[in-house]
């Protein structure tokens, strides 16, 4: 048992290695309420400052590790006060897809030899040097572990709009995994210049990443079709990064249950934002072992759609102890909400999620 009180970053690193801990840490960089985020920091207005007032507001919170770093909108552009926009009458509006105008725009893309000859990797090198120094100066005494792009992507929903995508790979699976095999070649590219950073800065080799592939009722295509043209570009791109021992926590939205054993496969150790909502069960993913053999690394995992924005005080002090008692023997645990915390959610539910946490978590350990 440790007797001595640690800093937030020294308590982050015995917990991601599974060493003794004083108690179980907190994770923090989720919360979109500029208004609490001013209240606790004691400084403002917000908007004056935004960035420095949400991490001395995380500070003064007690918060351990630093998560991506998602910021409150500002008034101007929340959908609550604008007016919807007709994207079809814009004259910048995007092209009209359909599978097999994707299929097309995948045929022309470049072949991997081209991908190879055009990367730049040492403009990756020198800006997650950048990313990783500039973040944990601003960070102080809380861990930064941002969110970085290093997987082959999944989500190019975003770019062709969901049903032509979701088409094109259920019609033409053999011209899509050109996608894919180009994606994951990029990826493999940076998670290389990645993987030489770390090695040569002595970066913790902790990273935070993930595609949503999922909906709350499972994979968006039939996960054999995920085995056969996805996951392998997937572990290909991840391998530099589990050459020099980097531990990989991967974001997850929506039911991950089906492809579960597929990315703990590709080299995931750990995941974030798995939701009660979708039958993740805290306590079934806290018995699992990564590829390794070690337990996985958990961030997580009170509710954002029913705990913290509709629960009572009482109810997100049990949730907090649920969470706590779940997936917290043995280490690799960070108590966090399951994804971005927003204005509806009320101060006091989350203050004590944060104070109880700490209370909880320390009377757990000692």
């Known amino acids: 048992m440790l007797t001595r009180k640690l800093g937030g970053v020294e308590r982050s690193l015995r917990e991601l290695t599974f060493q003794e801990n004083d ?16 209240r606790v920091a ?18 003064r919170l007690g918060t351990d590790l630093i998560i991506q770093f998602v910021m409150p909108k500002r008034p101007e552009d929340s959908t609550e006060s604008t007016t919807v926009t007709n994207f079809s009458r814009r004259k910048d509006a995007p092209p009209s897809y359909t599978a097999e105008t994707v299929v097309e725009y995948v045929s022309a893309l470049p072949s991997v030899g081209e991908i190879r000859r055009d990367f730049d990797s040492e403009a990756i090198y020198r800006d997650f040097i950048r990313v990783m120094s500039d973040g944990q100066r601003e960070m102080g005494d809380m861990l930064w572990v941002p969110f ?43 998670n290389k210049a990645i993987a030489r950073a770390i090695r040569d ?5 902790f990273l935070y ?9 499972g994979p968006m295509v039939p996960v054999k079709l995920l085995r ?36 703990l496969d590709c080299g995931v150790d750990g995941f974030q934002g798995f939701q009660a909502e979708t039958d993740h069960r805290l306590e079934e993913l806290a018995a699992m072992k990564s590829r390794s053999g070690r337990k996985l690394i958990l961030w997580g995992s009170i509710s954002v759609s029913s705990t913290l ?17 779940a997936a917290a023997d043995g280490g690799g ?21 944060y104070r109880h946490a700490i209370e909880y978590g320390t009377k757990l350990r000692s």
């Open 309 to 325: 924005p509709f629960g009572s005080t009482r109810d997100v002090r049990r949730e907090v102890e649920r969470c706590i008692d």
């Open 201 to 205: 800065r002595n970066i913790p080799p």
């Open 333 to 353: 645990f960070f108590l966090t909400p399951s994804s971005s915390v927003g204005p509806e959610v009320p101060d006091e539910n989350l203050l004590t999620m």
């Open 148 to 190: 970085y792009a290093m997987a082959c992507s999944f989500m190019w929903y975003s770019q062709f709009g969901f049903w032509p995508y979701l088409l094109a790979l259920a019609r033409y699976p053999d011209q899509m995994e050109k996608l894919f095999r180009n994606s994951g070649e990029q990826a493999r590219l940076r």
């Open 42 to 59: 004691g400084m403002g207005p917000f908007w004056s400052n935004p960035r420095a007032i949400a991490i001395e507001a995380y500070r």
């Open 209 to 217: 990443f993930g595609e949503d592939i999922c909906y709350n009722r």
């Open 23 to 38: 108690r179980v840490p907190i994770g923090g960089g989720f919360i979109c309420k500029a208004s609490f985020l001013e």
């Open 228 to 263: 056969e043209v996805y996951f392998p570009h997937l572990r290909r791109a991840i391998e530099p990064l589990k050459d020099v021992g980097a531990n990989i926590i991967w974001h997850s939205d929506g039911n991950i249950l089906p492809i579960l054993p597929d990315l």
